[in-house]
């Protein structure tokens, strides 16, 4: 059993950073996937960014240039750089874990969730 845990969520003004963070524990690193998605109350889901074991990265346009994914190999952890914060990125961001194949374009693919951690960029 995967389990999730993200940290590094909080307040802060447009044009500010923050990094999240996501400690996987309970399954290898091999063959998977992780990825960052946020959502707004009434909005789906939407995917920000994934990372594969092998290091590929793929980003949605809307935060492409401003937010790096990475994983940490001997932590088991994932993060999300987030620079030139926009009021527009306020959500609750999730972590996510999947197989090499999932589509951060489709939550459904993704069978490992945390509990979710709040940003808030104030303008």
């Known amino acids: 059993q995967v389990q999730l845990e993200e940290s590094g969520g909080g307040s802060v003004q447009a044009g500010g950073s923050l990094r999240l963070s996501c400690a996987a524990s309970?399954?290898?690193?091999?063959?998977?996937?992780m990825a960052w998605f946020r959502q707004v109350p009434g909005k789906e889901r939407e995917g920000v960014a994934i990372?594969?074991?092998?290091?590929?990265?793929t980003y949605a346009d809307s935060v492409k240039g401003r937010f790096t994914i990475s994983h940490d190999n001997a932590e088991n952890t994932l993060y999300l750089q987030m620079n030139s914060l926009k009021p527009e990125d306020s959500a609750m961001y999730y972590c996510?874990?999947?197989?090499?194949?999932?589509?951060?374009?489709?939550?459904?693919?993704?069978?490992?969730w945390g509990q979710g951690t709040q940003v808030t960029v104030s303008s």
């Open positions: 309970g399954a290898t690193w091999r063959r998977r996937c």
């Open positions: 990372i594969k074991f092998d290091g590929t990265t």
């Open positions: 996510a874990a999947g197989g090499y194949y999932s589509d951060y374009r489709h939550p459904r693919e993704f069978p490992y």
